[in-house]
Each structure stands twice: as C-alpha cells, then as structure tokens.
C-alpha cells in the first residue's frame, strides 16, 4: 500500500487496544491480544525494532549474574521462556554454550560458582540444554586456546542461548499480529491522547513519512515504548513522569577469537561482560552506565570502546582488538524506584512493572509497561494483555507459550528443514549458501522469497556478490514487512547492516529496487542513502570522525 493512504486501513474503526511502541514487548502484545480477540493498532514512531531490542547482546538467558541478587523468580521466569522460544523460534533462537574462566580464584570462589551453576541447572529443570559441567585448566585450553594462559585454573561451561537477529524477531511478531488482524504502523508517532473527561479515548497520530494527522478512538491505550516511556507518558497524562531509569550498553564488532561465548570480569572494576561469537565476529560488550542525554544521541564513545577493549585484552592478550569493524549502542529501561537511588547501574533489578493509571492518578483506560528483558517479551506481553483484558471487563486465556512465531511453521530439526528447502531452492537459481543465509532469516517464510522468484527469475540473483541478499528480499520487504526506508530494510529487514562493511556495495542496487517498488524520485533516493550513510557513521564516531554530520537521519526524509 502506498504510504500516502496506509491509515485508511483505520477507517471505521473502534478498537479495543492501541498499542505505543514497535519493539518486541509491543509487537508481542499487538500478537497476544489479536489472538485472543482484541481489535488491536500498533503505532510506531520510527521503524520496528530500531530502539533497544536492536540494539542488546542478543542473549536469551536466565542471567546467571541474578542469582547473586537471589533473585531466583526472575531467574527461573526467564529460563522457562529461553526454553519456549527455542521451541517456538527455532530458527531465530539458538542453544550457545558459555564459558567461564577461572583466573587467580579462592577455594570459596570455585565453590560457590559450582553450587550456582547447579542452582541454575535446578532452575532450568525443564531445559532441553544440557547441565553444566567443569573443565580443567588443559582442557580449557584445548577448547579456547587463544585465552591468557597465566593464572587459568580451568572452566564451567554452561548453556543458554543466542538470538542472532533481533530484528527478525520483532518483525516475525508484527507479521504473526497481522496475520490475526490487528493493524501495525510503522513510522506513525502517538502525538496526544484524545480524552473525554478522566477517560482517555483514543490517540492522534500522524504519519511521520507523510504528515498526515488522523484521530484514532479506542476502549484502551498502552505505553510500550521502552526508555521513551516518561515522555510519551507525560505527553498522554499531562504530568510529568519518572518512572523510569535509564543505562547505556555499547558493543563492539572484532575478530572472532572463541567457539563458545566467554563470561568475563573486566579487571579494572569487576563488571561482567561478554564475548560471544556472532555472525562470524567477535560481539563484545555491554557496557551498563546511567545515561540522562537525549536518546537519539547514544552511541558509543571512545571511553566506551576503549574500557572493553582494555578488559578483553587482558584475558585474550594475543587477539587482534585493534580492528573493530563497528559499534553499537542501547539505552536499558529500568524501573525507578527509590531503592535503587544511589544503587550502581548493574545492580538494579531487570524485573517490569505494568503501571494502570486509573489506580495511580485517576486517569482511565492507559497502561505503562516499564522496564523488560528482551528473553521475557512473551511473558511480559502476556501479562500486559491479561491486564488489558481484565481493564476491559473480558477473560480469555493466552496461547503464545505453545505458539510457534511464523517462520517456525515446520517439523523436525532446523537443519533437516534447510537441507529440505535447498532441494527446492537450488531449482529455481538460488544458491545453498542463499539459502541457508535467508533460512536463519525467514525460517518456513522463505517459501515466500521462492514465490517471488518464480514469478521473476532474475531476482534470485544477489544484491551485490560480496554478500548472499537476493533482489528477492527487497521485494518482500516493501509488500510484506512494511519495509518504507532504505534503513529500514539495510538494518532491519535482512544482515547488511551486520556486514563488515555494512552493506556498503549493495546500497546502489537496494536503493534502486526501492526507489522502483516505492515510487521514490531521485532526491528522494539520494536523501535515503545519506540517512542510512548517517546511521553507518554513527557507528563509527567513536574514533571521533570530525566530519560526521551532526543531524539525525530520522530528519532526512
């Protein structure tokens, strides 16, 4: 659909719930809600997942680290949801082994590192991961032999697991939330609340893409939109909100130098962080320190980059940390509550809280989601949409926990299901490296790439040699992801953006497939080149390039 009348779909339209924020907290609730019923419309200011949940360590895990809290409920939480989004998103999700060294420790260190290690085997009793085990100093070293030699006593090797693209994630969600029909929007912001009284009706949004404005009503509204959540709160109630606080986390791309991901405590303050092999890097990070900036300013530093740096040295001494390909950076939400003032940024809790304005200020029909880990959406958006339900005076019992996302719609292993769609592939002028690239991005939903080839052959044929993308992509991202700019699909609909160079041989063909599919003129292309080039050089800026424009690239339109 043209982005000149996509609100038409809006015509008409009492909806039960109105969902704020594209990230996957709110596309799992935009999901949840659409299938028990609710007549649902997601808005999204930018694009989906272009906030925090592209912008994480890609873990799905328990946390190891909160057992230290004795926070055993959030722990045991999460693990029963790492457990259901391997079995739900198998190809988005996948088991990954972590090691962690031991270095110079006491007796008492060891011991208490065994006995949590096996607390969280007991906690993960329902796993299909394995237990964890202990390796000797030799061993360790036969398994990662670029580690610091120097004071290794050897090794636990526990398992968790690893959501390599995100960005998929998010979008499987929005995809599954159609296909039950709700109405999901990109690049359309909530500018106010519509009320009546001490009820609030609906929202006005408008189309950031167009500047179209319409009044959209509703039985309810909820805040899912992650660190943006106190000015979009303050924006709706008309009172200030601080509800939630907010920590920078930046990563780093490198060589890969491990098979498993490596748990590690930087030297200079103990912090854990992680080294974690990702698309065939090196993905170090995350850095947690508070941030009080205006969010479309985070980025890594070079204070950042060169804190990690210092720590991964010192445990991989003989590695290349010189050439990082690129950064990346995130802000966390956490909740704010007066007992974590004065409490360092790791140590705040990493649980939500749905806060109902009816109950805090005597406003209607408005929820807030704050705070969340990417591992617990489902089960957050499931209590999200309890809660909205009970605010609307129905009972209908969730189906996500068994529910496979869309592009997990096949039986038997991941691999069996790759080798199968190769057999298929293969005829019809797609490569098997192709396809095992587009199988870890679509899952079944690459029959829907095959569909698109058949009807035009040529455009199997890759974006650029240098890396596996197929014309077919773009295609299927503007009629089928609402794919609008050039960002969206480089950096969220497809793995240019994670490439080393981040895709920069492919931005002639992908713009001009775009510019065709979209109706875009030539100033138009050219202004989404510089808005994604923008985006690169953020990435880059900590080597302090002086030439960087200072603008936002949400401004190039």
């Known amino acids: 659909m043209e982005a000149s009348n996509r609100l038409n779909k809006l015509d008409g339209q009492r ?27 997601l808005f999204e200011k930018e694009d989906y997942a272009c906030g925090t949940s592209s912008r994480s360590t890609r873990l799905i895990h328990g946390g190891l680290r909160y057992l230290e809290m004795f926070d055993f409920g959030l722990v045991r939480q999460d693990l029963k949801e790492r457990e259901m989004l391997l079995r739900n998103a198998p190809h988005l999700v996948k088991p990954l082994p972590f090691m962690v060294p031991m270095y110079n420790k006491s007796l008492f260190y060891r011991l208490k590192m065994r006995v949590g290690m096996a607390l969280y085997d007991v906690l993960s009793y329902d796993k299909s991961l394995r237990n964890h085990r202990f390796y000797s100093k030799q061993q360790t070293l036969e398994m990662e032999p670029n580690l610091k030699e120097k004071g290794l006593q050897g090794s636990f090797i526990y398992y968790d697991a690893q959501a390599p693209y995100t960005e998929r994630l998010v979008i499987e969600n929005i995809v599954s939330a159609e296909s039950k029909g709700a109405l999901c929007f990109n690049h359309v912001k909530a500018l106010k609340a519509v009320k009546e009284g001490d009820s609030i009706t609906g929202v006005l949004i408008r189309d950031e893409l167009t500047g179209i404005e319409r009044e959209v009503k509703a039985r309810l509204v909820i805040n899912v939109t992650g660190p943006w959540l106190d000015p979009v709160d303050e924006t709706m109630i008309g009172t200030p909100s601080h509800r939630v606080r907010k920590t920078k986390g930046i990563h780093f791309t490198a060589t890969n130098v491990t098979t498993n991901a490596m748990v590690l405590f930087a030297e200079s303050d103990n912090r854990l962080f992680f080294v974690i092999p990702w698309l065939g890097y090196a993905w170090v990070g995350t850095t947690d320190t508070d941030f009080t900036d205006e969010l479309e300013s985070v980025r ?7 804190y990690l740096a210092a720590s991964v040295k010192q445990v991989f001494p003989n590695a290349d940390w010189d050439k990082i390909f690129y950064t990346n950076a995130g802000v966390r939400s956490l909740v704010m ?92 002028g797609l490569s098997v490296a192709q396809i095992k690239y587009l199988s870890t991005l679509y899952g079944s939903r690459i029959t829907e790439i095959f569909e698109i080839v058949r009807a035009n052959p040529a455009l199997a044929k890759p974006l650029h040699s240098a890396y596996p993308d197929a014309r077919a992509q773009v295609k299927h991202a503007v009629e089928r992801e609402q794919c609008l ?23 002639e063909a992908v713009s ?13 292309r ?26 936002s690239p949400a401004a190039i339109r």
């Open 526 to 551: 050219q202004a989404e080149i510089e808005a994604y080039q923008i985006e690169v050089g953020w990435t880059q800026e900590w080597k302090e390039n002086p030439s960087l424009p200072n603008k």
């Open 300 to 306: 890594a530093d070079r204070e950042d980059v060169e």
């Open 337 to 428: 509550k007066e007992t974590s003032q004065g409490m360092s940024e790791s140590a705040v809790s990493r649980k939500h809280a749905i806060v109902d304005f009816e109950k805090k200020q005597g406003l209607k029909n408005y929820l807030s989601v704050v705070g969340g880990k990417l591992t617990a959406y489902r089960g957050i958006a499931e209590e999200a949409t309890d809660a909205a339900l009970e605010k609307l005076g129905l009972r209908c019992a969730g189906q996500t926990a068994t529910e496979k996302l869309p592009g997990a719609q096949f039986e038997g292993s991941f691999e069996q299901f790759i080798l199968t769609m190769a057999e298929e592939g293969t005829t019809i």
């Open 512 to 524: 001009h497939e775009m510019a065709a599919l979209l109706d875009w003129d030539e100033a138009r």
């Open 485 to 507: 700019t050039l960002r969206d699909f480089m950096m969220r609909r497809c793995g240019l953006y994670f490439s080393k160079n981040q895709g920069q041989q492919a931005i």
């Open 15 to 41: 909806l039960d719930l109105v969902v704020i924020g594209g990230g996957v907290i709110g596309s799992g609730i935009a999901s949840d809600a659409a299938s028990r019923g609710l007549r649902v419309a």
